[in-house]
Nanobody, 123 residues
């Protein structure tokens, strides 16, 4: 599985962005997906996860109520809608694929990673 993120950019506080992650391979619809982020000088952290059919989602407390993860298995794509962005959301955002049906919050539980896309929200 190869993953390619897009949609990052420079936005102002309070703005919205939608990240996309396009996956190659016919097995995408069988796997859970996640979004992680890494800010400068910090460890990579879990943001959101979605189960293989999209029936179960989970969010980090820091983004709950502002971010929404979704997937379109027909398009082999997972999305992260980010609203009410804050300066502390500034990071490189990575999508990840887990060869299991359910999401995990643990970095090491994911098997494939994209190259990341930068999101910057100036203070």
């Amino acid at each position: 599985v190869q993953l390619v993120e897009s949609g990052g950019g420079l936005v102002q506080a309070g703005d919205s962005l939608r990240l996309s992650c396009a996956a190659s391979g016919r097995t995408f619809s069988s796997y859970a997906m996640g979004w992680f982020r890494q800010a400068p000088g910090k460890e990579r952290e879990f943001v959101a996860g979605i189960s293989w059919r999209g029936g179960s989602t989970y969010y980090a407390d820091s983004v709950k109520g502002r971010f929404t993860i979704s997937r379109d298995n027909a398009k082999n794509t997972v999305y992260l809608q980010m609203n009410s962005l804050k300066p502390e959301d500034t990071a490189v955002y990575y999508c990840a694929c887990r060869r299991a049906r359910d999401w995990s919050t643990k970095f090491n539980d994911y098997d494939y990673w994209g190259q990341g896309t930068q999101v910057t929200v100036p203070s």
